[in-house]
């Protein structure tokens, strides 16, 4: 697994052996592709981090700082070597908790993101109740953009609490769903991802 593009490019990152399904370089290729310019100074949110890779790859690309939210000890462990391996700890902060607790201690000291990553395990319905918690946190900017990764035979709103499914690209048994605000086509002050 590799950093694909910008200041990290080609550089490896170390893996967690058969626990995880992490991000492919085709789908995080995709993904950044439909971000493009919203990613380069965006503050960012990583939840269900594992190894790190959407987060480590937004920060290649030029995101301002990155919070990464995983409490697997073993992915914990390969989040925290690749962070240093790359020289990259005084742009991140990892929160070793449970993600409704990490969301609630962002909510505390009322942190902001321009962009967040979910990525749950496939099946188990955290891709739809994470969306439905980070709509009501505070803790997106107006200009928000979540995207959130599930398997294909996970279906996920086409709206919650003011945020609108604006694409959705398949590859393979994977689905990557781009959120945004609601008000942001009334306003016309952000087109549509993708």
């Given at each position: 697994?590799?950093?694909?593009?910008?200041?990290?490019?080609?550089?490896?990152?170390?893996?967690?052996?058969?626990?995880?399904?992490?991000?492919?370089?085709?789908?995080?290729e995709a993904v950044f592709s439909i971000l493009g310019l919203a990613v380069p100074g965006a503050r960012v949110l990583d939840l269900f981090a594992g190894t790190g890779a959407l987060g480590l790859e937004a920060l290649s690309r030029?995101?301002?700082?990155?919070?990464?939210?995983?409490?697997?000890?073993?992915?914990?462990?390969?989040?925290?070597?690749?962070?240093?391996?790359?020289?990259?700890?005084?742009?991140?902060?990892?929160?070793?908790?449970?993600?409704?607790?990490?969301?609630?201690?962002?909510?505390?000291?009322?942190?902001?993101?321009?962009?967040?990553?979910?990525?749950?395990?496939?099946?188990?319905?955290?891709?739809?109740?994470?969306?439905?918690?980070?709509?009501?946190?505070?803790?997106?900017?107006?200009?928000?953009?979540?995207?959130?990764?599930?398997?294909?035979?996970?279906?996920?709103?086409?709206?919650?609490?003011?945020?609108?499914?604006?694409?959705?690209?398949?590859?393979?048994?994977?689905?990557?769903?781009?959120?945004?605000?609601?008000?942001?086509?009334?306003?016309?002050?952000?087109?549509?991802?993708?």
């Open positions: 697994m590799r950093i694909i593009a910008g200041s990290f490019k080609g550089r490896r990152l170390a893996a967690v052996r058969g626990r995880l399904r992490p991000t492919s370089e085709r789908v995080r030029g995101a301002a700082a990155v919070v990464f939210v995983e409490d697997h000890p073993a992915s914990l462990k390969v989040l925290r070597r690749n962070i240093e391996a790359l020289g990259l700890a005084d742009r991140t902060e990892v929160l070793p908790l449970p993600v409704k607790g990490a969301l609630k201690r962002l909510i505390a000291r009322q942190a902001v993101f321009d962009i967040v990553f979910l990525d749950p395990p496939y099946g188990s319905g955290l891709a739809a109740d994470t969306l439905k918690a980070l709509a009501g946190a505070g803790i997106l900017t107006p200009a928000a953009r979540v995207v959130a990764e599930h398997s294909r035979r996970e279906v996920l709103p086409g709206a919650v609490g003011g945020l609108e499914r604006r694409d959705s690209r398949r590859y393979g048994d994977t689905q990557v769903a781009f959120y945004e605000y609601e008000w942001q086509n009334h306003f016309g002050t952000r087109e549509s991802v993708g």
